[in-house]
């Protein structure tokens, strides 16, 4: 052991000089070796061997019995499952660093003149402080589907309902089966079956709409008295609370729907427009004889904008982007911001005066001074998007988790998440460890080159 | 399962962090009480594991406080928190075992069983089981022959919920058959409110339907076959059953939001859909927990929230879908006598009358009067179990391995996810069924 040949009899006095020196360096390898030992065995035990052990387990089945060579590497890269996780987390690397540095950049830049750049130094780094975790849950919630509860719909909801009027009644049908008078027009609207002509009269029930949602003017509907040279008809809701109604007539108990735009076509040109009233009946007045159709189009209809899909299988790895950048903005602008404020003032004073736009001085001056800092900020990001998963777990909900795969949840849920295959497990691990590694060494080679 | 309750990330997370709490704080309930029975088992203590926290927790240590009254034994119940088996492995593997363990799902039974880690019930218990259950029961407690568990509390799966002022409004009482079911939900819909609330977000309420439907239509024996997977899933009553189901789903106005919004509604949001202050649906289907989700709405069960049993398709019975919590004896323990004098105590109709009586509790014990049951609502579900007797069938996705049945974003949850969103093609969901479960079967 290393401990006991330290306590060896001290050197012989009066020996050789050059023994005596080279018996002084092995000392001091053995006194090196001597402290090296415990962070040695424990790099061993807690990283060393845990990367052996899973090297040597992806070689084995589920369960782990049975040798299978590179059968987990066969899996995975036939997998569809795991293939689009490697294709997202390739995905992730290329996008997410080089937008992080890149923001970061651009902010601490921007910010660099600032009076109060500290202060909105501290706002942008504080989602730092926020864990992956809460993070995660706040983010499902700015995406939420629902204008009620997702921030980011109520806006685009908002925004849109401002710029189109909104039907007055959205998500309402016609009556199909028994009793039905129209049906679609293949535009979203629809149109009556049989054909009108004047002196002719018309019942359009339509349903699904909640009594409590009629407008207020609303009243019980009137059958539309038949008038010659008119073509007249009632828009009503066909379905009396409490059931009981006769599909496709006018019912005591059945109100009628105002506001309705209904439209006369002939051979498929609107020759007249008319608006329902309180009780639901209109009238297109003065109609020469001939066959026609009534029209109740879409725009009565159209069901309410629903927002965007944040979560939808095209989104859904964009969005969750979007969080880890919300998340990560902080970090790259405060090292960059470091970076900026060590740059010698001379160097970029003396651009400025040699005529130097600022676009110049960023370009060929800043930059450059600053590759080193940002390519230390890329660098960590590559390794640090290269095992998303909580952010990726949290947001994606089940339906398109697939969609937001990355390597590394799809590891857990491999191995843990109810796959229990710690085999093909160990084998996205090495796979990731892999793909880690060449970031690894880059940064490493920056560490010890800037420590000599 | 009960891990499905918990499904939001946001809520499991939660749901560790209070397992590791109440891994820690097992309490214990001595035996204060005079003899009012024997005093046979004074000195001894049984250590009793279960997931339940809260009120079940509470109601629990009546029951077992009943038995110290019986028996003289001090009982020490310990919460596991979610996950059952991993937190029973380890306290086997640290010499720690619990006497008694009260397990969630009939799957994690069979891997006790298979581990070596379960005590067979004894003779006495098994004659208890034999006269006051229906044989289904005891199939369910019984691994290679042997009884191992004996099922303590049920739930019932077969359950459809609905708002009776949705149904007043459309003109619509409770249907008896499935074909009546959706000719209701159709007047639901044209009454102006979307007849069921779907919540496709999360898997499992989907498989839950698929069963229900593939239980009645095709037979408890199919239903039987098709979990042990001796029957493909493309066989022909997978695919009518799947035909069923698309149906339904097909009919995008019967159901909240359409099918794109149901992939995007949760659990707890699909009962909110109907119960909640501005419903959007008239019905949800899910199993006897809902009246906890309809409590917190602040609603009550029996008058804001009813339920009808689900109704049998195509003239099949009706499909009774249950699960429930099985009282197993580890052989690791350190006082198994009195662990089993406790499961044998838990077989006898006095125990199940404690819990009945608290509430949120239903039995499979026949021989529990169903006058024990305060509440009207559960006295309803526990007729429903006790009556279908034999008919009982588990949740099929928690006897599949967990790979198929059971986890998000994959197997069984996801294929029908994709389903719904997609209901053209029942075959070819049946097809991409039948290869996800051969591979997990065979894992």
């Given at each position: 052991m290393a401990t006991v040949q330290t306590a060896l009899p001290p050197a012989r006095a009066g020996g050789p000089l050059e023994t005596r020196a080279r018996r002084r360096s092995r000392r001091a390898k053995i006194t090196a070796?001597?402290?090296?030992?415990?962070?040695?065995?424990?790099?061993?035990?807690?990283?060393?061997?845990?990367?052996?052990?899973?090297?040597?387990?992806?070689?084995?089945?589920?369960?782990?019995?049975?040798?299978?060579g590179l059968d987990n590497y066969r899996t995975l890269f036939s997998d569809h499952a795991t293939l689009i996780a490697l294709r997202n987390t390739m995905v992730w690397v290329l996008v997410v660093p080089a937008l992080l540095t890149g923001i970061g950049l651009l902010l601490a830049v921007l910010t660099d003149r600032v009076r109060w750049k500290t202060a909105f130094k501290l706002v942008i780094f504080m989602p730092m402080a926020v864990s992956f975790l809460a993070a995660g849950i706040t983010f499902r919630l700015v995406y939420d589907q629902d204008p009620d509860r997702g921030v980011l719909n109520a806006v685009a909801v908002s925004v849109h309902d401002a710029f189109h009027d909104s039907a007055s009644y959205p998500g309402a049908r016609a009556r199909q089966g028994a009793g039905a008078a129209l049906e679609g027009d293949g535009h979203g609207g629809y149109t009556t079956s049989a054909a009108a002509s004047p002196g002719s009269t018309v019942s359009l029930g339509m349903v699904g709409i909640l009594p409590a949602k009629l407008p207020k003017d609303s009243v019980q509907a009137a059958p539309a008295a038949a008038r010659p040279g008119s073509v007249?008809?009632?828009?009503?809701?066909?379905?009396?609370?409490?059931?009981?109604?006769?599909?496709?007539?006018?019912?005591?108990?059945?109100?009628?729907?105002?506001?309705?735009?209904?439209?006369?076509?002939?051979?498929?040109?609107?020759?007249?427009?008319?608006?329902?009233?309180?009780?639901?009946?209109?009238?297109?007045?003065?109609?020469?004889?001939?066959?026609?159709?009534?029209?109740?189009?879409?725009?009565?209809?159209?069901?309410?904008?629903?927002?965007?899909?944040?979560?939808?299988?095209?989104?859904?790895?964009?969005?969750?982007?979007?969080?880890?950048?919300?998340?990560?903005?902080?970090?790259?602008?405060?090292?960059?911001?470091?970076?900026?404020?060590?740059?010698?003032?001379?160097?970029?004073?003396?651009?400025?005066?040699?005529?130097?736009?600022?676009?110049?001085?960023?370009?060929?001056?800043?930059?450059?001074?600053?590759?080193?800092?940002?390519?230390?900020?890329?660098?960590?990001?590559?390794?640090?998007?290269?095992?998303?998963?909580?952010?990726?777990?949290?947001?994606?909900?089940?339906?398109?988790?697939?969609?937001?795969?990355?390597?590394?949840?799809?590891?857990?849920?491999v191995s843990f998440g109810g796959g229990n295959n710690q085999g093909l497990g160990s084998a996205i691990g090495v796979v990731l460890l892999l793909l880690v590694v060449p970031a690894m060494v880059l940064n490493i080679r920056r560490f010890r080159r800037s420590g000599s | 399962m009960r891990v499905r309750h918990t499904l939001p990330a946001a809520v499991a997370v939660a749901g560790l962090a209070m397992t590791a709490t109440a891994c820690g704080g097992g309490s214990?309930?001595?035996?204060?009480?005079?003899?009012?029975?024997?005093?046979?088992?004074?000195?001894?203590?049984?250590?009793?594991?279960?997931?339940?926290?809260?009120?079940?927790?509470?109601?629990?240590?009546?029951?077992?406080?009943?038995?110290?009254?019986?028996?003289?034994?001090?009982?020490?119940?310990?919460?596991?928190?979610?996950?059952?088996?991993?937190?029973?492995?380890?306290?086997?593997?640290?010499?720690?075992?619990?006497?008694?363990?009260?397990?969630?799902?009939?799957?994690?039974?069979?891997?006790?069983?298979?581990?070596?880690?379960?005590?067979?019930?004894s003779s006495a218990v098994d004659a208890e089981v034999t006269q006051n259950y229906a044989p289904v029961w005891k199939n369910y407690g019984t691994v290679k022959g042997q009884l191992y568990a004996l099922y303590f509390k049920a739930s019932d799966k077969s359950t459809v919920w609905y708002s009776p002022t949705a149904f007043a409004n459309a003109g619509v009482t409770p249907p008896t058959t499935y074909a009546q079911m959706m000719t209701d939900a159709k007047t639901i819909s044209d009454s102006g409110l979307a007849a069921f609330s779907v919540g496709g977000q999360d898997?499992?309420?989907?498989?839950?339907?698929?069963?229900?439907?593939?239980?009645?239509?095709?037979?408890?024996?199919?239903?039987?076959?098709?979990?042990?997977?001796?029957?493909?899933?493309?066989?022909?009553?997978?695919?009518?059953?799947?035909?069923?189901?698309?149906?339904?789903?097909?009919?995008?106005?019967?159901?909240?939001?359409?099918?794109?919004?149901?992939?995007?509604?949760?659990?707890?949001?699909?009962?909110?859909?109907?119960?909640?202050?501005?419903?959007?649906?008239?019905?949800?289907?899910?199993?006897?927990?809902?009246?906890?989700?309809?409590?917190?709405?602040?609603?009550?069960?029996?008058?804001?929230?009813?339920?009808?049993?689900?109704?049998?398709?195509?003239?099949?019975?009706?499909?009774?879908?249950?699960?429930?919590d099985a009282a197993v004896v580890l052989n690791k323990g350190k006082d198994k006598a009195a662990g089993m004098a406790l499961v044998k105590y838990l077989a006898s109709p006095q125990a199940a009358a404690i819990w009945a009586k608290a509430g949120g509790f239903i039995s499979p014990n026949k021989a529990v009067p169903l006058t024990d049951y305060t509440d009207p609502t559960l006295r309803e579900t526990a007729k429903s179990i006790v009556d279908a007797g034999n008919g009982v069938r588990f949740d099929m996705s928690d006897q599949a391995p967990a790979a198929f049945g059971g986890t998000a974003g994959t197997g069984e949850w996801k294929i029908l996810q994709d389903f719904l969103r997609d209901p053209s093609n029942p075959a070819k969901t049946a097809q991409t069924l039948e290869s996800a479960a051969a591979k997990a079967y065979q894992g």
């Open positions: 070796a001597v402290f090296a030992l415990p962070a040695l065995v424990l790099l061993g035990a807690l990283v060393g061997y845990p990367i052996v052990y899973s090297v040597i387990r992806s070689l084995f089945d589920a369960k782990g019995d049975h040798f299978v007249t008809g009632t828009v009503f809701l066909d379905f009396r609370p409490g059931g009981g109604g006769r599909p496709g007539q006018v019912d005591s108990g059945e109100r009628g729907l105002p506001s309705v735009h209904v439209q006369l076509q002939k051979d498929g040109h609107t020759v007249a427009k008319a608006t329902s009233g309180p009780d639901g009946t209109f009238r297109f007045a003065k109609v020469p004889d001939g066959s026609y159709k009534v029209i109740l189009p879409k725009s009565n209809f159209a069901t309410a904008y629903s927002g965007i899909s944040w979560l939808g299988p095209g989104l859904v790895t964009p969005a969750i982007m979007a969080a880890y950048l919300w998340v990560w903005t902080g970090f790259a602008l405060v090292l960059i911001g470091a970076g900026l404020a060590a740059l010698p003032r001379e160097v970029l004073e003396a651009a400025r005066m040699d005529g130097a736009t600022e676009w110049q001085t960023f370009r060929r001056i800043t930059v450059p001074l600053l590759a080193p800092v940002l390519s230390v900020v890329f660098v960590t990001l590559v390794i640090n998007v290269m095992k998303v998963f909580d952010l990726v777990y949290i947001i994606a909900p089940g339906p398109v988790q697939q969609n937001a795969n990355v390597l590394a949840l799809q590891m857990w849920l | 214990s309930d001595s035996g204060s009480s005079a003899a009012k029975g024997g005093q046979s088992l004074k000195g001894h203590t049984v250590t009793v594991a279960g997931v339940w926290t809260g009120e079940e927790q509470a109601s629990f240590k009546k029951v077992l406080q009943g038995f110290t009254d019986a028996t003289g034994a001090k009982t020490d119940f310990v919460s596991t928190g979610d996950n059952v088996s991993t937190v029973i492995g380890t306290k086997i593997a640290g010499g720690d075992a619990p006497d008694v363990v009260m397990v969630p799902q009939v799957g994690v039974v069979q891997q006790f069983a298979s581990s070596g880690w379960l005590q067979p019930l898997g499992w309420p989907l498989t839950d339907w698929f069963e229900n439907i593939y239980l009645s239509q095709a037979g408890p024996g199919n239903y039987d076959k098709l979990a042990q997977h001796q029957i493909k899933w493309t066989d022909p009553t997978v695919v009518k059953a799947l035909t069923t189901l698309g149906d339904f789903f097909k009919q995008d106005d019967l159901i909240a939001g359409g099918r794109k919004g149901a992939l995007a509604t949760d659990f707890p949001t699909s009962v909110e859909q109907v119960f909640g202050d501005s419903p959007k649906a008239g019905m949800t289907y899910e199993g006897d927990f809902v009246s906890g989700n309809v409590q917190s709405l602040h609603k009550k069960v029996g008058t804001d929230a009813k339920f009808f049993p689900f109704p049998a398709v195509d003239g099949g019975q009706p499909p009774v879908v249950g699960g429930g």
